[in-house]
């Protein structure tokens, strides 16, 4: 793909070098229940080498939470966290880190 910039010239725009159409991580189903309440109900999300996510939502509305499980210092009551399509179990964000 190419643009035209205002000073006519050509610009290439070209994909992400690391883009893959296999998420590298994602979380699928995953639920959360603390004694206040549930914070997270059946939650799934992938992301892919080169994309950009952001995480937005009120407080209260779990955004930590599901950070604290994709990154180990959590564990969900139920669903998965995948790792390039793989079930992982991260004990730790230093296990997390350690996988990539």
């Known amino acids: 793909m190419h643009m035209t910039s205002e000073r006519g010239a050509a ?7 690391h883009y893959s159409p296999e998420a590298v991580v994602a979380v699928e189903g995953v639920t ?18 080169g994309e950009v996510r952001a995480l937005l939502g009120e407080n209260g509305a779990g955004k930590s939470t599901l950070v604290k499980i994709i990154s180990g210092a959590m564990l969900p009551d139920f669903g998965n966290v995948l790792l390039r399509g ?3 179990n991260f004990r730790s964000p230093v296990d997390a880190s350690g996988a990539g």
């Open 11 to 17: 610009t290439h725009l070209h994909p992400a070098p």
């Open 32 to 49: 959360k229940t603390y004694s206040s309440g549930q914070a997270l109900r059946g939650v799934s999300v992938s992301c892919r080498a």
């Open 86 to 88: 793989r079930p992982v």
